[in-house]
């Protein structure tokens, strides 16, 4: 199932997920996108976002409009919906309706072929290639990969440091779409914030300070998410030409 958290008064791009995108709101672009592939609920908080989701028949559920992130979010919606603790959750955000169909289905798979004796990765996500003036943005996030595609570190800062300045140097920018199981969401909303999330303000880094694995699938991928107009403006330029 893929679960898109739809919150109405984001700080930077206060009611972006209402935003039209050739005359759809973006939070419903998105959630045709991912319809594509696989069940679609989006979890709002406000029930403005619920009667725009009804009006294009898209399951939506109201939840707490306290919650502090979208995976606290999903996560109350995935309690409400009473998922079995196997199922695949995707975690995708609203103000992604330009990813690529290819990106979420990799995301899924790599969960899927990751299983082994009916136990799922605790939790999985999506990295590309990025340049070396793409790695120096501090609102791009990079991260760094081991041997088994799985995740060591992410940062805003420039990681992997190149002292040498090395040529071959591969920099992987993290894309921000996450899957768990039912199970390990609830359990990953249940562990405190840890303090490497608190100083990068990266909520990923807090299931690895926990010792936690996270998957990662190598895609190709020309999706930014939309945090402000600017970045809407920029996108409309180049995805709807």
Same mark, same amino acid.
Request: glycine residues 4%.
């Given at each position: 199932?893929?679960?898109?958290?739809?919150?109405?008064?984001?700080?930077?791009?206060?009611?972006?997920?209402?935003?039209?995108?050739?005359?759809?709101?973006?939070?419903?672009?998105?959630?045709?996108?991912?319809?594509?592939?696989?069940?679609?609920?989006?979890?709002? $908080?406000?029930?403005?976002?619920?009667?725009?989701?009804?009006?294009?028949?898209?399951?939506?559920?109201?939840?707490?409009?306290?919650?502090?992130?979208?995976?606290?979010?999903?996560?109350?919606?995935?309690?409400?919906?009473?998922?079995?603790?196997?199922?695949?959750?995707?975690?995708?955000?609203?103000?992604?309706?330009?990813?690529?169909?290819?990106?979420?289905?990799?995301?899924?798979?790599?969960?899927?072929?990751?299983?082994?004796?009916?136990?799922?990765?605790?939790?999985?996500?999506?990295?590309?290639?990025?340049?070396?003036?793409?790695?120096?943005?501090?609102?791009?996030?990079?991260?760094?990969?081991?041997?088994?595609?799985?995740?060591?570190?992410?940062?805003?800062?420039?990681?992997?440091?190149?002292?040498?300045?090395?040529?071959?140097?591969?920099?992987?920018?993290?894309?921000?779409?996450?899957?768990?199981?039912?199970?390990?969401?609830?359990?990953?909303?249940?562990?405190?914030?840890?303090?490497?999330?608190?100083?990068?303000?990266?909520?990923?880094?807090?299931?690895?300070?926990?010792?936690?694995?996270?998957?990662?699938?190598?895609?190709?991928?020309?999706?930014?998410?939309?945090?402000?107009?600017? $970045?809407?403006?920029?996108?409309?330029?180049?995805?709807?030409?």
């Amino acid at each position: 199932m893929i679960i898109i958290p739809a919150r109405l008064k984001s700080t930077r791009f206060p009611n972006k997920v209402l935003e039209q995108i050739d005359g759809i709101p973006m939070v419903i672009r998105t959630a045709n996108l991912a319809k594509k592939i696989d069940d679609v609920v989006v979890a709002c $908080d406000e029930p403005i976002i619920a009667d725009v989701c009804a009006h294009y028949k898209i399951n939506s559920i109201l939840t707490s409009n306290t919650h502090e992130s979208g995976t606290d979010r999903i996560a109350e919606c995935a309690r409400i919906l009473r998922l079995k603790d196997s199922e695949i959750v995707i975690n995708l955000q609203a103000d992604e309706p330009f990813l690529e169909e290819e990106v979420i289905k990799t995301l899924k798979t790599l969960m899927e072929q990751n299983t082994k004796n009916g136990v799922i990765p605790f939790m999985g996500s999506c990295a590309k290639v990025i340049s070396k003036d793409d790695a120096e943005n501090p609102n791009l996030v990079k991260v760094v990969l081991n041997a088994n595609n799985e995740a060591i570190y992410f940062s805003r800062s420039k990681i992997p440091y190149n002292r040498d300045n090395l040529e071959s140097v591969t920099y992987y920018g993290h894309i921000g779409i996450y899957a768990f199981s039912a199970k390990s969401l609830q359990e990953f909303c249940s562990l405190p914030k840890s303090t490497l999330e608190s100083i990068e303000k990266l909520e990923q880094l807090r299931a690895l300070e926990n010792g936690k694995t996270i998957v990662m699938a190598k895609v190709k991928s020309q999706s930014f998410g939309i945090d402000t107009q600017e $970045d809407l403006q920029n996108a409309l330029k180049f995805f709807c030409k």
